[in-house]
């Protein structure tokens, strides 16, 4: 592609645009709905409409497999990647088949639906903890750790090491945003990797000499059992559900309350009408999604779209959260609306590679925002929403460094004694 074609990186990697991307994301859809466009990762094409974004979501000229022949994989990760990003996310059929059936039936609706009580016990002690506090940085204190703790208890993850874990995956979710130079920041994200796979890999290897019942432990009986997972792939897919089980649940609780907070309608509304919340859940997860554009396609041959060529050889980037304010799909779609028929979107994915967690993503989001408008009256943003900082717009997860909030702390009812009237007192 040339450099003339391109829309460039100073266009879309700016803080304007990781503050609102939808209006640049409506203009690419009206006047260049499939383009190729510029970063500072690597160069790429977009698709933007919601048609299209749904048909190459599918498209099997849309290939998964980044770690094939041509290793499209260092292009866009780096070439210290294969020990944790080769997985079936980066995988097509019959791959992906293989190796999304080992874990599907632990994230079998049923059997997540059965952790319900032991995830609201998780959203109620960590309310618990900022509630006499009067103020919060919600996504340290609850919208990271609740995800990640439910995750962590599901795979198998002591309880004494959900600290380090989080620590390692926090350098990894939010590269480019601190003042080091670029080199430190690559250094850093190498570690931190580093440090997990080895930290994963020792971790399999007590639940082969110490067998549980955990996803963990489930994945190493199928490797010892009947050879499903190789040991490579067992560690992959354990960082695969380790970061994908967390990272966009975290995101999504963020960028919701923020929604809610800036349209105060809408959370009036819902606090005085709760059973609004699941379909209130997927109107958050349209309006503004913790995943812009889908996880990198490679075009195995010369495709058209919109009759536009996208050469083989191509990164594509589906833009979902520009497909999901398709106004062709969705009547005025930057609006929330709460109260929106629940419609098409396409915040989970589609097809093949559709969310493996969404019946967890979607119980977590319900206890955790039920909870925080019940239990925290007079939720306000703390400082300017300007103010609010962010995931770079150059990360391909949409999310919030930190959301300061402020609340009214609740009076703590008296203690009443029960008095010994046999004893006359």
């Known amino acids: 592609m040339s450099d003339d074609d391109k829309v460039p990186a100073a266009e879309l990697y700016t803080e304007a645009f990781a503050a609102d991307p939808y209006p640049t994301f ?8 499939v383009c190729p466009v510029g970063s500072p990762r690597f160069d790429s ?3 933007t409409g919601f048609d299209d974004a749904r048909a190459a979501l599918t498209d099997p000229r849309l290939s998964k497999d980044l770690y094939g022949p041509d290793q499209h994989y260092l292009r866009i990760f780096g070439p210290n990647s294969e020990g944790l990003n080769r997985n079936m996310l980066n995988s097509d059929p019959p791959e992906h088949t293989r190796l999304r059936r080992v874990v599907s039936q632990a994230f079998a609706p049923r059997r997540i639906e059965a952790l319900r009580p032991r995830v609201a016990v998780i959203v109620d002690q960590l309310i618990d903890k ?15 750790p609740l995800p990640m703790t439910v995750i962590c208890e599901l ?9 380090r874990v989080l620590d390692w995956t926090q350098v990894i979710r939010t590269s480019g945003s601190t003042s080091r130079p670029p080199a430190e920041e ?16 020792d971790l399999v290897r007590a639940k082969r000499d110490d067998p549980a019942d955990d996803i963990i432990g489930a994945l190493v009986r199928a490797v010892d059992q009947d050879g499903t997972l190789s040991e490579a792939e067992l560690v992959t897919t354990t960082f695969l559900l380790l970061f994908a089980g967390h990272q966009t649940t975290a995101d999504f609780l963020g960028n919701a309350v923020l929604a809610l907070l800036t349209h105060p309608e809408q959370l009036e509304l819902l606090r005085a009408t709760p059973r609004l919340l699941p379909a209130a ?6 309006f503004d999604g913790p995943l812009p554009v889908a996880s990198p396609r490679i075009a195995t041959e010369d495709i058209d779209y919109q009759g536009v060529r996208i050469p083989r050889g191509s990164i594509v980037g589906v833009a979902i959260n520009a497909a999901n304010h398709d106004p062709g799909h969705f009547a005025d779609p930057d609006r929330l609306d709460v109260r929106r028929v629940r419609g098409p979107h396409l915040g989970f994915g589609h097809g093949v590679h559709y969310c493996l967690g969404v019946s967890l993503a979607r119980m977590e989001a319900e206890l955790a925002l039920s909870a925080l408008l019940r239990r925290l009256p007079g939720l306000r943003l703390a400082v300017p929403l300007a103010e609010v900082r962010r995931l770079p717009a150059a990360s391909p997860f949409r999310g919030l460094l930190e959301l300061p ?15 010994s009237w046999s004893s006359g007192t």
């Not at 409506?26 to 709905?33: D, G, H, I, S």
């Not at 859940?281 to 349209?286: A, G």
Request: overall charge negative; aromatic content about 6%; proline content about 10%.
């Open 281 to 286: 859940i997927e109107e958050l997860l349209r």
């Open 130 to 144: 900022i509630i006499p506090q009067g103020e919060s940085d919600l996504m340290h204190d609850f919208a990271i």
């Open 405 to 419: 909030v402020t609340f009214t702390v609740q009076p703590v009812p008296p203690v009443f004694e029960e008095k």
């Open 26 to 33: 409506a203009r690419l859809r009206t006047e260049r709905p």
């Open 155 to 163: 795979l198998g993850v002591p309880p004494a090491d959900h600290g």
């Open 186 to 201: 690559r250094a850093a994200v190498q570690e931190a990797q580093l440090r997990l796979h080895h930290y994963l890999a």
């Open 45 to 47: 094409w977009l698709i």
